[in-house]
């Protein structure tokens, strides 16, 4: 019931271990921060920044997925610029483990050919409050990495994921970036994003506690002080959600209608919204109409990602065995099972966080099947 809500937790529990309650957040256009590393890894050791010079500070981490399939590319634009005397600076930040950078970074090899550095984190304290991750991600208001920064002449010039680095960065060095034409925007957004933390942990914590009367009252509240809260796709599906565990069917089908219509070409809202509502861990399950519901939402979502994303497959084949067709779920879990098995790389597969995941998913398969047998209702 809780895959919407992981990442908003884990950024608000960020923002809360480090106290990162100021107005200001760290822009385009601001002077860049201090290097505060502890050491380096591999390459040159870089003080500080050279006026009128390029540099590019990616963050990252051993256990990030997303990190090692993003090094590659940060490597190729290293080795692109640096006869432009671009210098590239690889932070890592929210390590769990220290030990294991050194040889991460050897088995990368030329996949990681750039300067690599740790960030520099008090004995005895959390990842978390390093002192790149505090002044930089903490302070630029950025949650997750990979993350890259472009500075140039001792200014913040881009941030952003490193995959999106390429027109930037050759904008940037070419002496053709207007920073100030995304800044205002990017410091509005970040300041939404900041109200919408504090916002949503207010109707998160009780929802996490299974208190969903408390959620909903504590969304009448957010709604009643600001009316266009209420059109937050957060808060609608959690409250749907909470409609449905506290019996209210009929008022959850209203709402369920309406999302319906709000999520409509929106694959990830669609989703998101409407798996808590037939989520195969629920004490008891849903009501037919509900299950139809989530059914039509997991089509479309599956309809507009092209049956290519298989955490809406699998979401998509827990609809069809909560409205009865068992045969049909068996279908979809093993296609979802497929293209999870390609989407990530032979050393991926090996991480006990990927095998967990998949584990749930053969789970369901076994659901499914057992069902499938016994004539295909759940």
């Known amino acids: 019931m809780y895959r919407h809500i992981t990442r908003l937790a884990a950024v608000a529990v960020l923002l809360t271990a480090s106290g990162a309650q100021a107005d200001e957040i760290l822009n385009i256009g601001d002077p860049a921060p201090k290097l505060a590393v502890s050491g380096w890894v591999k390459g040159e050791k870089v003080d500080s920044f050279e006026p009128g010079k390029t540099y590019v500070v990616e963050f990252w981490a051993t256990w990030c997925g997303p990190c090692r399939a993003s090094i590659p590319h940060v490597s190729e634009l290293a080795h692109k610029y640096k006869e432009k005397g671009v210098r590239f600076i690889g932070v890592d930040v929210w390590e769990n483990n220290l030990e294991k950078v050194k040889p991460f970074v050897e088995e990368m090899g030329a996949k990681m050919d750039y300067n690599v550095a740790l960030d520099s984190v008090p004995e005895g304290a959390s990842p978390g409050d390093g002192a790149m991750a505090k002044t930089w991600m903490l302070a630029a208001g950025e949650n997750g990495i990979p993350a890259a920064f472009i500075v140039?002449?001792?200014?913040?010039?881009?941030?952003?994921?490193?995959?999106?680095?390429?027109?930037?960065?050759?904008?940037?060095?070419?002496?053709?970036?207007?920073?100030?034409?995304?800044?205002?925007?990017?410091?509005?957004?970040?300041?939404?994003?900041?109200?919408?933390?504090?916002?949503?942990?207010?109707?998160?914590?009780?929802?996490?506690?299974?208190?969903?009367?408390?959620?909903?009252?504590?969304?009448?509240?957010?709604?009643?002080?600001?009316?266009?809260?209420?059109?937050?796709?957060?808060?609608?599906?959690?409250?749907?959600?909470?409609?449905?565990a506290t019996g209210a069917t009929d008022e959850a089908i209203k709402l369920g209608e309406k999302l319906l219509k709000s999520f409509h070409d929106d694959p990830m809202a669609l989703n998101n919204a409407f798996y808590g509502v037939i989520d195969l861990g629920l004490t008891r399950a849903p009501d037919r109409r509900i299950a139809e519901l989530a059914l039509q939402a997991a089509r479309r979502a599956d309809e507009l990602t092209k049956g290519a994303q298989y955490s809406f497959l699998d979401t998509l084949a827990i609809a069809q065995y909560?409205?009865?067709?068992?045969?049909?779920a068996v279908a979809t879990e093993e296609k979802a099972i497929k293209l999870l098995d390609n989407a990530v790389s032979p050393e991926v597969r090996q991480s006990s966080a990927f095998q967990n995941y998949r584990k749930r998913f053969e789970s369901n398969l076994e659901t499914f099947r057992k069902a499938a047998e016994k004539g295909g209702k759940a």
């Open 152 to 244: 140039h002449d001792g200014k913040i010039a881009w941030i952003g994921h490193p995959m999106s680095m390429d027109d930037p960065l050759a904008k940037v060095v070419a002496g053709n970036w207007d920073a100030k034409a995304i800044a205002a925007t990017r410091l509005a957004e970040k300041r939404k994003e900041k109200k919408m933390v504090a916002v949503q942990m207010k109707i998160i914590t009780p929802y996490r506690s299974r208190d969903y009367r408390a959620t909903l009252s504590a969304i009448d509240e957010v709604i009643a002080a600001d009316p266009e809260m209420a059109n937050e796709p957060m808060i609608g599906s959690i409250r749907l959600h909470s409609l449905n």
């Open 322 to 328: 909560r409205t009865g067709d068992a045969a049909g």
